[in-house]
């Protein structure tokens, strides 16, 4: 028998919404991810199983999702609507992410 390790509560993901954002079907998808290890075209059904949590997402697997929609593979645990943190450390000055940091920094420090 084997023994299957994983969070007791499923951790959230946007895989859905990230399809959805890119304006592609299920299918459409999965027609952009390379063919499986059993030598299998992924098909729109196996999409639908892990956008409803329905199958885990191997890191592998997380990777080639996040290629086929254009993303960073850590962009799809976080909604489309809501810009990254990376984002919008981008968007400042040096000088005003440097305040940030510091302000997360003493944050972490102090545990406020």
């Keep these: 028998?084997?023994?299957r390790i994983g969070p007791s509560k499923p951790?959230?993901?946007y895989l859905k919404e990230w399809r959805e954002e890119k304006h592609l079907t299920q299918q459409q998808l999965a027609d952009r991810?390379?063919?499986?290890e059993d030598g299998k075209p992924v098909g729109?059904?196996?999409?639908?199983?892990?956008?409803r949590s329905k199958r885990g997402m191997t890191m592998d697997v997380q990777g080639a999702l996040a290629e086929a929609l254009g993303i960073e593979p850590g962009d799809?645990?976080?909604d489309p609507e809501m810009p990254s943190a990376d984002e919008l450390?981008?968007?400042v000055s040096p000088e005003t992410r440097t305040r940030i940091f510091a302000v997360i920094e003493t944050m972490v420090r102090t545990g406020t």
């Excluded at 729109?44 to 956008?51: L, P, T, V």
């Design 1 to 3: 028998m084997v023994t």
């Design 11 to 13: 951790v959230r993901h």
């Design 33 to 36: 991810l390379p063919i499986g």
């Design 44 to 51: 729109k059904d196996q999409i639908s199983r892990w956008e």
């Design 76 to 78: 799809l645990f976080r």
């Design 89 to 91: 450390l981008r968007s």
